[in-house]
Every structure is written in C-alpha cells, then in structure tokens.
C-alpha cells in the first residue's frame, strides 16, 4: 500500500510543473504541534535534513510550534540524522513514575521532568542551533494576557474558558486574551532577518532566541495548558506566562513570504489540513486551504495507510492514558509506527529524483 500523499497550493503545483521539486526551492518548512503524532515524521526529517536539503546552499527558516519546534531546533544541530533519532528514542522512552494512588502526573511532575529533558539534550549545544549557517529557527509562543497573563488555580481555568469563548467569536478576538510571540534566531550573532511570514493575521511579537531565553522558549512552546505550567517572563520577551505555541499556530497556517529564488513552503506534516490554532479544532470551516498557503507543499500520510499502524492511529497523547504505566506496550506501538513511517521517507525520495505530477491533489 502506498504511504505517502501530496497536497499543493495553485503556486507550488505550478512551480513543480516548470521546475519539478529541487532543494534549493524550499524556503521554509514549517513543523506541526501535535505531540506524539510528529514521531511519524521523523524519517522524513532524516532524510530531508540529513540528504536532501544537503544538496542546496540557500537559507531555510524553520518554524515550529510544541514537539514542531522541537523538531526543527534538532534539526539545527551538528550531525541532525543523529540527532533526530535520539529526538524519537528520547520521546517514546519518556516515562512519568507515578505515586501510590495518583492516576496522572502532576503539571509540575511534568514541567520538571521536560526541563530535565530539555537540558539533557541541548544542553552544551544551544550555540549549534543559534549559529547554523543556513537554518533560521523561530519557535512559536503563546502568551497569555489579562486572565491568562499569570498562571493560577482559577484564573488560567477562566481564562482559557475565555478563550474558547472569544475564538468562537472570530480567531482575532482570541488576541484579547493570548498573542503570538515568535522566538527566532540570527546567525553568529547578527540581527535576525526578517520573519518568514506576515503577522498582521494575529496580535504578535518577535523576540531574539539567544543562549539566555532558548531553553524557556523551547518548553513555552511545548506547554500544552493543564499539562505543564507556563514558563513566566522569558527574558528579552514581554512580560506574561507562555504557553504553547500550538494555542496560536496549531499547523502554521501562516502569510508566508519567501524569496523569488526560493518561493516553496515544504510541508512534512501528519494531515491534509493546516488548521490555524488549537482552538479551531472544532471549527471545520477553519480548516479550509486560503491564499496564505499558495505556495505550499504538504506531504503527508495516507489515511488509509495509518489505518495499518499499530491501534489503527498515529501515535496521539491519549496513548498516555491508554497504556498508563505500561511504559513497554506503549513503547512497542510507537516504535511500530515509526518503523513503518520510513516508507514515508522511502517514497518521498523516490518521487523527488523523478515528480509525477498525478499524484499531486489540491491542499
């Protein structure tokens, strides 16, 4: 069975039409919340980072939200093919000890543990990613304001009440309560370039990622609400708790704005949809394909192949409650389904040498 599907904008069907897909036309590639899902694109990362974008010289901007923003920080480092496997190993192992009687783990148990984490993998190696020659990382942050500018037994529960309530109004009206503030890295230590994208769309803020604030921005974007706190105050940014930047920029369905020299957005991503924000989820009409995304190619599993995985699913955060403490069936399936997602790798390498444009649907 064929694993691998294709989605394009009008403007990257046309530009594969003329040019076929050549690395040096990738100007961005965006990177999904979504927790455990994006385990199954980890051999897309592999390849894409470790082989084919190898091929060209041109900046890239990387922009990730939560595990996303996970992704394209390891992507950054020395040696990324290495890396992103111990990216996989890392979060399947992942394991909370639970005390007598207690069903799940605390957010602080798990804010601590992510930290620990955190510092285990980058720590020693923030330099890597902040001086890559080629990649520019933004990491996407969710900051909370008025109810939700400090984090608290009854006001964050109000406050995201709040923000259902005001993104059911319209995605704008949700800037009364949370914006977007994006993390984003220079090189050497020159001025950041630039965003990779308008944000007009949304009320937002930019802040230089350096060594002082990685590590508080990295676990802001991974802090899923009543999960893990929110880090508060990360230094050369606005004051507030900041939460995960998937709340904001759920699957990057962002105004890109690239460069004529390379004008694609490559898309590894577990959908066809780009949603917006996390709270669109249950918006469908939300999920539609506007102009933003004209320029992009998403690639993708078929559904009909996830239905081969183990459970019948990709691997999601309710495999924490399923498998609860049994930490080796829970490794197993995940480890099944990233096994099996080397055939995404696998296909997406073979159609690259040689594009059919046939299997190219509309995004």
């Known amino acids: ?3 691998l599907r294709l989605y394009a904008g009008p403007a990257a069907r046309r530009h594969i039409e003329k040019n076929g897909l050549r690395p040096q036309d990738v100007g961005a590639i965006p990177a999904a919340a979504g927790g455990p899902k994006g385990l199954i694109l980890g ?11 190898t091929r060209s010289t041109q900046p890239v901007h990387l922009i990730g939200a939560s595990i996303g923003a996970w992704r394209m920080a390891t992507a950054c480092l020395n040696d990324s093919v290495v890396a992103l496997h111990r990216l ?3 979060y399947i192992a992942q394991h909370f000890e639970l005390p007598p009687g207690q069903k799940s783990p605390s957010a602080d148990q798990v804010s601590r543990q992510f930290r620990q984490n955190l510092e285990l993998f980058f720590g020693g190696r ?3 990613v902040l001086v890559h020659p080629r990649y520019r990382l933004h990491v996407l942050t969710s900051r909370g304001r008025g109810l939700l500018a400090r984090d608290g037994r009854w006001r964050t529960p109000l406050g995201y009440a709040g923000a259902f309530a005001t993104n059911a109004v319209s995605r704008k009206a949700l800037a009364a309560l949370i914006d977007r503030v994006v993390f984003t890295s220079g090189r050497g230590g020159e001025k950041a370039e630039a965003l990779p994208f308008d944000t007009s ?5 930019r802040a230089e990622l350096s060594d002082s604030n990685f590590m508080d921005a ?3 974007s991974c802090s899923i609400p009543f999960v893990l706190r929110p880090v508060p105050d990360i230094a050369g940014a606005p004051p507030g708790a900041y939460w995960d930047g998937g709340i904001t920029d759920y699957h990057m369905h962002l105004r890109y704005r690239l460069p004529a020299a390379s004008p694609l957005v490559l898309y590894p991503h577990f959908q066809r949809s780009v949603v917006p924000g996390w709270l669109d989820k249950s918006w469908k009409r939300r999920h539609a394909a506007t102009p933003a995304l004209d320029n992009m190619l998403v690639i993708a599993p078929d559904p009909a192949w996830v239905k081969t995985l183990p459970n019948g699913k990709l691997p999601d955060r309710t495999d924490f409650t399923r498998y609860g403490q049994d930490l080796a069936g829970r490794t197993r ?4 389904a990233t096994s099996a997602a080397q ?3 696998d296909e997406f390498a073979q159609w690259v040498e040689k594009p059919d444009l046939s299997q190219i649907a509309v995004l």
């Open 343 to 345: 055939q995404l790798a």
């Open 43 to 53: 051999p897309l990362d592999r390849f894409l980072f470790g082989h084919w974008l």
């Open 201 to 205: 769309d949304f009320r937002s803020h």
């Open 88 to 90: 996989e190993r890392d």
């Open 126 to 128: 923030v330099g890597e």
């Open 333 to 336: 399936v995940w480890t099944g």
């Open 1 to 3: 069975m064929q694993a």
């Open 218 to 220: 990295v676990q802001a």
